[in-house]
């Protein structure tokens, strides 16, 4: 079949390469427009374009996908199926009826639960044991179509969601051929959502980085392992900003919310509501992450005299 791919970040490109390898043709790859990131906010091409380029594949990165010009560009390319993964815009209605096979999605939970944005966090978040992968047939509603195919992933003790994401990645690109060739033979049968059971997942704001001290310890650790690595869970310490990115539950009490229970050389423990967190990876902001030691190694002025985190 002639494919077009849809897709920006670092999950969606296992899946694309191996679409590239298959004796399908990916036609065009649609990805989104060059973005500043980094410490240096240079302007970064995403992986998905760098990929598109190095093995010379048709790109484009449109700014608006309902302009005219657009939806006839997609038309006379005359592909077959439109593959979505992590795009990052919502695809209107006229261009999902383009494909004469229609447009598979990859949403990473198992729908209808955590619809939206940011399934991998929010499953981490919400203290979650199991996710997963569905193939997804797309239709006007957002995560609303009748489902190809599931696979379930387990979310481990103190998983975050740059070590989930590299699960999804891995589940995608191994079936992604099958669930293709599947369509292409019209030898499927879909599985409609029930809406009843929906639950969502919305974007990541930036106050909810904020760590709250008086929550308890475990929703502390799941917001911490879940916005890891981006944006990072944060907090103050003598009004400098700490970036937090792996911590695990403490048995030990609290009875001070924020308050430094137990430091060395090896540990750093902070009091929530009721146990303690403990702190394995965190960072200055615009520095690399660290292990708890190596931080405090070059960082104990800033432990000396402040015992609370704010």
Not at 111 to 139: C, H, V, W, Y
Request: some cysteine; overall charge neutral; hydrophobic content about 40%.
């Amino acid at each position: 079949m002639k494919i077009i791919f849809a897709g920006t970040p670092e999950i969606g490109l296992e899946t694309l390469k191996t679409i590239h390898g298959s004796n399908h043709e990916i036609s065009l790859v649609l990805t989104n427009e060059d973005k500043p990131s980094g410490r240096g906010k240079l302007i970064s091409k995403s992986p998905v374009k760098i990929f598109a380029e190095d093995n010379e594949i048709m790109l484009k990165q449109p700014k608006n996908l309902k302009e005219k010009e657009l939806v006839t560009y997609l038309k006379n390319i005359n592909a077959d199926l439109l593959v979505v993964f992590a795009y990052g815009h919502i695809i209107p209605e006229e261009i999902l009826e383009i494909f004469e096979k229609g447009a598979l999605n990859v949403h990473t939970s198992l729908l209808p639960e955590l619809r939206g944005a940011a399934p991998i966090q929010r499953a981490i978040m919400n203290g979650d044991t199991e996710t997963g992968i569905s193939f997804m047939k797309m239709e006007k509603g957002l995560d609303t179509g009748p489902i190809y195919s599931q696979e379930k992933i387990e979310i481990e003790e103190n998983e975050t969601s740059e070590t989930l994401t590299a699960k999804m990645s891995e589940v995608s690109s191994s079936r992604i051929l099958q669930i293709i060739d599947l369509i292409d033979k019209n030898n499927f049968k879909l599985t409609p959502q029930n809406s009843s059971n929906a639950t969502y997942a919305p974007k990541i704001m930036k106050e909810e980085a904020k760590i709250n001290w008086d929550e308890s310890a475990i929703k502390i650790v799941n917001l911490i392992n879940g916005l890891s690595p981006s944006p990072a869970a944060f907090s103050f310490l003598k009004n400098e900003r700490i970036n937090f990115y792996l911590a695990k539950l403490d048995q030990r009490s609290s009875l001070a919310p924020g308050e430094i229970i137990h430091i060395s050389n090896e540990e750093l423990l902070i009091g929530a509501k009721d146990l303690c967190v403990k702190i394995i990876e965190l960072s200055r902001p615009g520095k690399k992450r660290q292990a708890f030691e190596t931080f405090y190694n070059g960082s104990k002025k800033i432990f000396s005299n402040e015992k609370v985190f704010t």
